[in-house]
């Protein structure tokens, strides 16, 4: 009788007896003969050694190819017989609703037209599992589910019961006396879930966020004192329902320390310890605090930098006293040589030339080394917002006083072609077409065309910009415009405004920009449709076009950390027009401008605002046109240039004229000041581009210099008393474009201003 070989090695052949003459396979469907016979450790000629024969078996069976195997002998051939693993047809995810199919694609590994075999199912039915957990849902149950099809092929399909989401329904806390559990508490990235916390996601479980937690813990009480502070264990359990997650901290807090001799030992000879000791953050008797050791080492590195010394170590070296219950720490600045820049390595740009980058460096090859200039070099390299990432490295040179400084890039998009369409409380309906291009041909070069229609404004503008005008460091520009402006809304008349004008920016300091420019315009002023006994007659008196050329300045300092959203860093703006240089129309205009944003506690930040403007006439009156407007959006709470001088009409009693609106004129002098507090959101809201903030406005509109004295007519509000408004607004960069809502509480306005308690803007792109 045959002998046979099973897998689990049963049934030995009978050693020494033969040798192998022919192999024959059985049971194939797919596979040649000859694959098979390739995975063997036996050939024709060789003897039935039992030992070679299981380890083909083995061989066969770590194919995954199989679902059985199984040696016979006849004669002398070699008998395989073989049953075949099934071929997936497709892959079928069937209950799924959090997680959608192609995550849950991503996250197998079994393809159609791939072997299937059970073991690879249930690794990725874990691995779905775990993506699962990863998103909160531990109740998660996954079944895999087999469909057999002719020719050997299978369905497979994962039938899914994602369960509800896993909370964080209570956080507990043992062995802590100094801190209550809600001081505690605060200090975790992880919440309690609550009703009221919409956009975060921290109250589901999560054991890489239970990781930073301890973490979290140990800084927080190494920061108020407690040096030998540890958490004994963190532990996360299931409530019976398995809904909910209850997590325990198991904390040992320890002695409070203070800080007692603090020191630095520099092995640097060309500097001398007591520069370095300026940079000490701590002094004796100072509560322990770790966040003031890490400054120190962070000053004390950034202080050799900008010495030259790029690659510098400074180790706190701590002394624990137990019985005085103080710490001694001394900082050691290991040698190191003063370094200089041997090459710039600029890559991952590849529409930007590489000359556009290398510009904006204030480190040049061969220069000593400066770690504020090489922050600097990346801080303008950012600002030029072609790449989504920009990073710059320290790399070791060919030399130890040699470095590389590797500039990464990864570009982003500069082309902007966009047809929009919004609608706003201040505008109504919006429609816009810009063509426009900030990079272009790779030189940074900006090119823009726009075209806008609304209910108040209709303009087309050309403008080209050239930030290295003749080789230089100057930025030069032109633009043409054509602006009408329908003022219906406020006031009874609409301007039409064409003209071209020059631009030049010349840095004079490293965040300073001295910028110029030159216009000229031909003003239109008319009331179009409106009725002229309806209309004021200091209106009428300013009907007309004129011819303007004006030249202008201002003087530029920016500081901010981001161009579009800042939380830290200030700018100032001061800037000067004179309109006289030929034309009609003669005066000098003058405007200061200033933003300052203050990072706070606990994710807040606020920013500090201020404006103000007066124009004076050269020789003769300010005309409507050319004074200043005020109001919404930049005055919140009031209408568009709804604050300030209006012109009213009067019956024959000299009362204001019941249902007629009045005519706001604008005004020669204006300030303006905000007080905004921006809420922390979370790390949800702000990838939503969610923002929300507490604001106080106050703003006043004044001076007239014109003489009013028309029989009939009287102003009201031509007064430097504040107008002043607190509310509540929202910011939220929608998928349909930005969208902004503002609710105002008034606190003091004048006769006749045009108030308005809620505004909204909201736009889309088609």
């Keep these: ?66 679902a059985d195997v199984s040696f016979d002998r006849n004669g002398n051939t070699l008998v395989i017989q073989v049953t075949e693993n099934p071929i997936i047809n497709r892959i079928i995810f069937d209950g799924n609703k959090r997680l959608d199919n192609e995550e849950l694609s991503a996250e197998v590994q079994l393809r159609p037209r791939i072997v299937f075999t059970r073991a690879k199912v249930q690794a990725d039915v874990q691995r779905m599992l775990d993506l699962y957990q990863r998103s909160g849902r531990f109740a998660a149950v996954i079944e895999p589910k087999v469909v057999q099809l002719p020719q050997n092929r299978v369905d497979l399909i994962f039938e899914i019961s994602e369960g509800p989401k896993s909370k964080i329904r209570r956080i507990n806390f043992i062995g802590n006396t100094a801190f209550s559990d809600k001081d505690l508490r605060e200090q975790l990235a992880t919440t309690e879930a609550r ?146 820049v041997e090459r710039i ?16 460096f204030r480190l040049v090859e061969g220069d000593a080394f400066n770690l504020s200039k090489m922050e600097r070099s990346r801080q303008r390299i950012q600002s030029l917002g072609f790449f989504r990432e920009s990073e710059v490295e320290q790399l070791p040179g060919s030399r130890e006083d040699r470095l590389v400084l590797d500039v990464s890039l990864q570009e982003d998009a500069t082309g902007e072609l966009s047809l929009g369409a919004a609608f706003s409380s201040l505008e ?48 030069a520009g032109i633009d043409l415009f054509q602006i009408n402006l329908e003022q219906s809304q406020f006031s009874s008349f609409q301007t039409t405004t064409t003209g071209i004008s020059f631009r030049l920016g010349l840095p ?55 161009p579009l959203r800042p939380t830290r860093g200030q700018r100032a703006v001061f800037s000067q027009d004179l309109a006289g240089l030929g034309g009609d129309i003669f005066y000098l205009r003058t405007r200061l401008d200033y933003d300052k944003f203050v990072p706070l506690i606990w994710g807040f930040y606020g920013r500090l605002g201020a404006e103000g403007g007066y124009i004076r006439g050269l020789g003769q009156d300010i005309r409507i046109n050319d004074r200043f407007f005020l109001g919404g959006p930049k005055v919140r709470g009031f209408d568009t240039a ?4 209006a012109a009213v009409l009067l019956d024959d009693d000299g009362n204001p004229i019941a249902g007629l609106r009045p005519d706001f004129i604008g005004g020669e002098a204006f300030y303006q000041g905000t007080a905004e507090l921006f809420l922390p959101l979370g790390e949800a809201a702000r990838e939503m581009g969610v923002q929300a903030s507490l604001y106080l406005d106050a703003a006043s509109l004044f001076e007239l210099s014109n003489d009013f004295d028309f029989e009939g007519e009287a102003v009201f509000g031509d007064t430097a008393e504040p107008r002043v408004s607190v509310g509540l607004g929202v910011a939220w960069e929608s998928p349909f474009g930005p ?10 306005s004048q006769p006749f201003d045009d108030t308005k308690s809620f505004q909204f803007n909201v736009g889309t792109s088609f």
């Excluded at 390595?345 to 904006?360: K, L, M, S, Y």
């Design 428 to 475: 109504n309906f919006i429609f816009e077409f810009s063509i426009r291009e900030r990079n272009l041909l790779g030189r940074a070069q900006e090119l823009r065309l726009n075209f806008s229609l609304s209910s108040l404004r209709q303009q087309i503008d050309v403008g080209f910009t050239e930030p290295r005008f003749l080789g230089r460091n100057i930025s």
């Design 739 to 748: 969208f902004r809502i503002d609710f105002a509480k008034i606190l003091k």
């Design 642 to 645: 709804g604050l300030g001088p």
């Design 195 to 340: 009703w009221w916390r919409l956009f975060g996601s921290n109250d589901t479980y999560d054991p890489d966020r239970q990781a930073f937690d301890r973490e979290q813990l140990r800084r927080f009480y190494f920061n108020n004192g407690y040096a030998d502070f540890r958490v004994i264990s963190a532990t996360a359990e299931l409530t019976p329902d398995r809904e909910d997650f209850i997590v325990t901290f198991v904390v040992e807090e320890g002695e409070i320390y203070h800080f007692g001799t603090v020191d630095v030992e520099s092995e640097i000879r060309d500097i001398d310890e007591g520069l370095f000791r300026v940079f000490l953050g701590m002094r004796e008797g100072q509560l322990y605090n770790l966040d003031r050791i890490t400054d120190t080492v962070d000053r004390l590195t950034n202080a050799a930098g900008v010495l030259g010394y790029a690659f510098v170590n400074v180790r706190p070296m701590p002394r624990k006293n137990r019985e005085t219950r103080t710490l001694d720490i001394t900082f050691r600045v290991l040698d190191a040589p003063r370094v200089y």
């Design 345 to 360: 390595a600029v890559h991952g740009n590849v529409r930007t030339r590489d000359e556009v980058v290398r510009r904006e």
């Design 508 to 562: 004079i300091a490293e965040r300073a920009v001295l910028a110029l420019r030159y216009s000229i315009r031909r003003d239109l002023v008319d009331i179009g449709n409106i009725d002229p006994n309806r209309t004021s007659r200091f209106i009428r008196d300013q009907l007309g076009d004129n011819i303007t050329s004006l030249f202008g300045y201002s003087l530029i300092y920016d500081s901010l950390n981001h």
């Design 1 to 66: 009788m045959p002998a046979s070989v099973k897998a689990q090695g049963s049934a030995p052949f009978p050693s020494g007896e033969g040798r192998i003459e022919g192999i024959a396979v059985s049971g194939i469907q797919r596979i040649e003969p000859a694959t098979v016979v390739s995975y063997l450790s036996v050939r024709v000629g060789d003897p039935f050694d039992p030992e070679r024969l299981d380890d083909s078996l083995k061989r066969l069976f770590a194919t995954g190819l199989f």
